[in-house]
């Protein structure tokens, strides 16, 4: 077949890149059959950036299956693809796929799968390799491109990975790897396609294995006697706290929380790792972990790090309050990377997913104690700075960016993806789960831009109404700043605002505390840390990847007037990024100075 050039087809910013139509042939390719059973999955999208190793799949995705069900999204950097496919999955629950290129592409891969492992999260990473017969290799290049086994650089932070042999073993290796990515505790997976087993010639499409009798199992139900220890613990205690971790994105799931914690009267804590999981303006949603020493009963819903919470409320004193774990998540931990965190003591643990855990769980308190205690009046709650603050202000400081974006949006729903690490609890209130989605997992700066495209894409598909905002450091956006070209080219409209101190300032603190605990000057804190002489035009960098770019602003009464203009762009489908000088600060004591403390 003569080879032809792709023809570019911009259909209301949604289709593009759509193959000329292939002659049609009887001639089948082994990685056909690849291809079509990500089909068959019904995989929305694949993130990537070529290589050769999978040069065949990559023809069979455009030409044999038209790049559609998967669409290709071409991404500039492979740690944009996959941190792409990890926002997505924040939103919807559920995986998209990443194809990576062998070797190389996946070293760069490494650390945004590392983040979607701490973060459980699932995304389906492809790869290639090969061929794994020497006499087969080119020379050099698919030398290079082989390793004896590729899964290793990846296998201590996925949850399975495979190197198939046959077409056959590459359907069921496929599927295989779906279902344990969306099986709780979810993560990501791998599957590296042997390149001679994708360019070998097949006769024909085998049967393929039937995609229905495969489901992701159920969550499983906690046990009922554990049921109703941990009910009769909750429904007794006079002072109970819930740590809502970990949690989904259902509307449901997060009633069912609600109504558990008022069934029993629980101060409820979220945690800013973990998505929105409960009402942050509820009377018994608390800021901080202040309430936990006084607690008689905890009852933990897979909260990251329990054991670490629990040693900074009691110190070295033995936990006082009864224990209640809702958790999968030892199922995954397997000894290579700390992310299971520390060893909390327990009284009840069930063995669950919070959302299949809290229904039994409320019912068979409500049985014990028919009438949920009174609620009492909601405290004082600290709130972004008032308008008035941006004409009295000199510079701006992270909360002003609250202010200004509350200003514009009113009470206009937004997702707000990421929020930086300067970003105050307060600021901006969550009421529904897809108000906020959580962190990276696994600390790796420089996810945040490709995670943003990939939570915007969600929340464009299933037709959300949410700006869909993130709010970045600037470290974290430079490092990852070309996956916006990727939002720009497949018109995925999104607002990123640049919390710009010119620094990696959390590093900044860290150098100024070991100066002090020597003895040493602090102000050198900033050597090897600020982004500096020259400043960096972040605005350019966005306008040269066809976002709408505005900024530098440094005046705190423009701020209001550059986020008018920015949502405004992003509702016209947009990407748009707001490069926000802020002041390099961002200490509690100094930023709740400038909250205000507004009646509950
Ligand atoms: C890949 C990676 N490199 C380095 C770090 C260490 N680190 C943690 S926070 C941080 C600074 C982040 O800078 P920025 O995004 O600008 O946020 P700021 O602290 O300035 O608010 C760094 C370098 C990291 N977490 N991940
Ligand atoms: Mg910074």
Redesign the pocket.
């Known amino acids: 077949m003569a080879v032809q050039s792709a023809e570019r087809i911009a259909v209301a910013g949604n289709e593009i890149d759509r193959p000329v139509p292939s002659t049609p042939s009887n001639r089948l390719w082994g990685s056909d059959a690849i291809a079509a059973m990500l089909r068959e999955l019904d995989i929305p999208y694949i993130a990537l950036n070529p290589g050769a190793s999978y040069r065949g799949i990559h023809d069979s995705l455009v030409n044999y299956l038209g790049n559609t069900r998967p669409r290709m999204l071409l991404c500039l950097h492979e740690e944009s693809a996959v941190a792409l496919a990890h926002g997505y999955a924040k939103v919807t629950g559920r995986p998209m796929a990443a194809f990576v290129h062998s070797n190389v592409g996946l070293m760069h891969a490494t650390?945004a799968i590392f983040n979607a492992w701490c973060d459980r999260t699932p995304v389906l990473v492809l790869g290639a390799t090969g061929p794994m017969d020497s006499t087969r290799r080119r020379p050099w290049i698919e030398w290079i491109h082989t390793a004896r086994d590729q899964g290793a650089l990846i296998r201590n932070f996925t949850k399975w990975d495979d190197q198939p042999a046959s077409i056959g073993s590459a359907q069921e290796a496929i599927l295989r790897a779906w279902l344990i990515a969306n099986t709780a505790p979810q993560g990501p997976v791998y599957v590296n396609f042997d390149l001679a087993l994708q360019e070998d010639e097949i006769n024909e499409l085998a049967p393929m294995p039937m995609v229905a009798r495969h489901a992701p199992p159920v969550a499983p139900e906690p046990a009922g006697p554990l049921v109703r220890q941990a009910a009769a613990l909750l429904a007794s205690a006079r002072c109970p706290v819930i740590l809502a971790g970990r949690g989904s994105r259902d509307p449901a799931a997060w009633q069912q929380r609600i109504a558990l914690a008022e069934a029993i009267g629980a101060q409820v804590v979220t945690d800013r790792k973990s998505g929105a999981t409960f009402p942050t303006d509820h009377p018994l949603h608390i800021g901080g972990t202040a309430p936990i020493v006084d607690a008689d009963v905890i009852l933990s819903l897979d909260w990251v790090d329990l054991a670490g919470t629990l040693r900074t409320a009691y110190g070295s004193r033995p936990v006082a309050a009864k224990v209640v774990q809702v958790s999968l998540d030892q199922y995954v931990h397997n000894g290579w990377s700390m992310d299971h965190q520390g060893l909390p003591p327990i009284d009840a643990y069930l063995l669950a997913e919070p959302d299949a855990a809290v229904p039994p769980l409320l019912a068979a308190v409500k049985e014990l104690r028919p009438n949920p205690p009174p609620m009492s009046e909601p405290g004082p709650r600290p709130g972004p700075p008032l308008l008035s603050a941006l004409d009295e202000a000199s510079v701006i400081q992270v909360p002003h960016i609250a202010t200004a974006l509350h200003a514009v949006l009113g009470d206009a729903p937004a997702t707000m993806i990421r929020l930086?690490?300067?970003w105050a609890d307060g600021l901006w209130e969550f009421r529904h789960p897809l108000d906020y989605l959580g962190t990276d997992g696994g600390?790796?700066?420089?996810s945040?831009p490709g995670m943003s495209v990939g939570a915007a894409l969600a929340l464009r598909d299933i037709g959300s109404s949410r700006l869909p905002v993130a709010v970045?450091?600037?470290?974290?956006?430079?490092?990852g700043v070309t996956a916006l070209w990727t939002a720009v080219r497949n018109s995925i409209p999104l607002l990123v605002i640049v919390?710009?101190?010119r620094?990696?300032?959390?590093?900044?603190l860290h150098q100024e505390r070991v100066a002090l605990q020597r003895g040493r000057p602090p102000e050198n804190r900033w050597i090897g840390q600020a982004?500096r002489d020259p400043d960096i035009d972040l605005a350019t960098m966005a306008r040269s990847q066809g976002c709408t770019g505005i900024g530098p602003v440094e005046d705190p009464k423009e701020l209001v007037a550059a986020m008018r203009e920015a949502v405004a762009a992003v509702r016209a489908g947009k990407v748009c990024v707001v490069d926000v000088r802020v002041a390099?600060g961002?200490s509690a004591g100094a930023t709740a100075a400038i909250m205000q403390r507004s009646p509950g």
């Open positions: 650390m930086p690490l300067s600390g790796g700066i420089g945040g970045l450091g600037d470290g974290d956006f430079l490092m919390a710009n101190n620094s990696f300032f959390n590093d900044e982004i390099p961002y």
